[in-house]
């Protein structure tokens, strides 16, 4: 058996039908925060890019650099090219995500893989041939 989500005691449908006022007061106080303080235009004109994708109309894939943008209701199940610094990265975005920041989910570094040392690196490298 599937387990329903539920965030704050609350399933996806109450979310959804609920007023973004009364949305705010169950989410963290960062969260609500940020989104009391206003929502830029760059996060205004993705959140229409966002809904238009939803109702249907819009085709091309949703690409943004805006990491900083919350995770609300309206956005499941829409995929968003999200920008890690060198390329962007699909996610779609699940009922667990809400409350959550969209760079929460594309990772920024990668793991250094380190070469051999190169001349200098150390004392006994002096002594090792370059080929």
Do not use: C, W
């Not at 229409?48 to 650099?65: C, D, V």
């Amino acid at each position: 058996m599937v387990k329903e989500f539920l965030y704050r005691g609350l399933p996806k449908e109450d979310l959804d039908n609920m007023s973004l006022e009364k949305l705010f007061l169950i989410f963290n106080s960062r969260q609500r925060r940020s989104l009391t303080r206003g929502i830029t235009d760059d996060k205004r004109k993705l959140i229409e890019e966002i809904k238009s994708a939803k109702a249907g109309k819009t085709k091309n894939p949703i690409k943004t650099h805006s990491r900083d943008l919350i995770i609300l209701p309206y956005m499941v199940g829409v995929t968003v090219n999200i920008f890690s610094g060198k390329e962007f990265t699909p996610v779609l975005i699940k009922t667990e995500m809400i409350g959550h920041y969209l760079g929460e989910y594309v990772i920024t570094n990668k793991r250094v893989q380190h070469g051999a040392p190169g001349v200098g690196a150390s004392r006994s490298s002096l002594y090792v041939p370059l080929k």
